[in-house]
């Protein structure tokens, strides 16, 4: 029997497929694949009628590594956050939705300011530096990652917007800054050693361990993005983190323990979960 072609029948076979696999979002994965098999916008597929046999391969061989958990963008190539795209493959943390929330508070932030100063510390693929810099044209960003593959990626997706992006380690990174940053944001690993049987498939098999994993009780990066903002930051300046769901008190303490900090707040994602914490140097 002839495998079937039109856009239709695959999608439908594709969702069947994911959703068997256990892939949250089958409908839309499936879509989305076919969509890039076939270089158009998802909105256009309705307007396509068959395919080829090369491409209904194509889609197949996806579609495959897709049931295996391969991560979506990784099968693409490439992530959207807030308003900006980023080049992802292997070696790089893929950036999540909950993470565009931290984002958004920087971009608040720093757009009140005339000549803002904002530090990235850990940027992984970019996504927040590039994303704040694209909303906040006014912003002087600065960028730091760690990893040598990872800070390839930065590099490729930071290449031409102005962003000074260094590799290195966060928690030594900007001693020339300061005192004269306004805002940082950081998206640190936060997950224990021993959770790691928790973590989505596609996160734990395919994303960077040294994106996800922090010693002892997960905040010790945490720990690290708090020391060195209070060096970097000028008085008044902000800080923002992103934690896990089940560090909501335990994150917000490692600003409150210091001392050093005022207006220590945690922050909701859109399922109601703790996800960030924000504070502002005290002067």
Same mark, same amino acid.
Request: charge should be negative.
């Given at each position: 029997?002839?495998?079937?072609?039109?856009?239709?029948?695959?999608?439908?076979?594709?969702?069947?497929?994911?959703?068997?696999? =256990?892939?949250?979002?089958?409908?839309?994965?499936?879509?989305?694949?076919?969509?890039?098999? &076939?270089?158009?916008?998802?909105?256009? &597929?309705?307007?396509?009628?068959?395919?080829?046999?090369?491409?209904?391969?194509?889609?197949?061989?996806?579609?495959?590594?897709?049931?295996?958990?391969?991560?979506? /963008?990784? &099968?693409?190539?490439?992530?959207?956050?807030?308003?900006?795209?980023?080049?992802? =493959?292997?070696?790089?943390?893929?950036?999540?939705?909950?993470?565009?929330?931290?984002?958004?508070?920087?971009?608040?932030?720093?757009?009140?300011?005339?000549?803002?100063?904002?530090?990235?510390?850990?940027?992984?693929?970019?996504?927040?530096?590039?994303?704040?810099?694209?909303?906040?044209? /006014?912003?002087?960003?600065?960028?730091?990652?760690?990893?040598?593959?990872?800070?390839?990626?930065?590099?490729? !997706?930071?290449?031409?917007?102005?962003? %000074?992006?260094? /590799?290195?380690?966060?928690?030594?990174?900007?001693?020339? &800054?300061?005192?004269?940053?306004?805002?940082?944001?950081? !998206?640190?690993?936060?997950?224990?050693?021993?959770?790691?049987?928790?973590?989505?498939?596609?996160?734990? %098999?395919?994303?960077?361990?040294?994106?996800?994993?922090?010693?002892?009780?997960?905040?010790?990066?945490?720990?690290?993005?708090?020391?060195?903002?209070?060096?970097?930051?000028?008085?008044?300046?902000?800080?923002?983190?992103?934690?896990?769901?089940?560090?909501?008190?335990?994150?917000?303490?490692?600003?409150?323990?210091?001392?050093?900090? %005022? /207006?220590?707040?945690?922050?909701? %994602?859109?399922?109601?979960?703790?996800?960030?914490?924000?504070?502002?140097?005290?002067?």
């Amino acid at each position: 029997m002839t495998a079937p072609r039109d856009v239709r029948s695959l999608i439908a076979d594709a969702v069947r497929r994911l959703a068997a696999a =256990g892939v949250e979002s089958p409908d839309h994965d499936a879509r989305t694949l076919l969509a890039h098999v &076939l270089r158009v916008q998802r909105s256009r &597929l309705p307007l396509i009628g068959d395919v080829t046999d090369a491409q209904a391969a194509e889609l197949d061989a996806l579609v495959s590594r897709r049931s295996g958990r391969e991560p979506l /963008q990784h &099968l693409t190539g490439v992530a959207h956050f807030r308003h900006v795209e980023l080049l992802v =493959g292997p070696g790089v943390f893929v950036p999540r939705p909950e993470t565009e929330l931290l984002a958004g508070w920087a971009v608040e932030e720093a757009g009140r300011l005339d000549d803002p100063v904002v530090v990235d510390l850990g940027t992984g693929s970019g996504a927040m530096a590039k994303a704040i810099a694209h909303e906040v044209p /006014q912003a002087r960003v600065h960028a730091v990652e760690l990893d040598e593959r990872a800070h390839a990626w930065a590099a490729r !997706n930071l290449e031409s917007t102005g962003i %000074d992006l260094r /590799q290195g380690d966060l928690a030594e990174a900007f001693d020339d &800054l300061a005192g004269t940053v306004d805002v940082v944001v950081s !998206n640190p690993p936060y997950i224990p050693h021993e959770a790691w049987e928790s973590v989505d498939v596609e996160v734990r %098999d395919h994303d960077p361990e040294l994106a996800l994993y922090a010693a002892g009780d997960g905040l010790d990066t945490i720990r690290a993005v708090e020391r060195r903002a209070a060096v970097l930051l000028r008085p008044g300046g902000v800080v923002g983190v992103e934690h896990a769901d089940v560090q909501g008190t335990t994150a917000p303490a490692v600003f409150t323990a210091t001392g050093s900090w %005022d /207006q220590v707040r945690d922050h909701e %994602d859109l399922t109601g979960r703790p996800r960030f914490v924000t504070a502002r140097l005290a002067r």
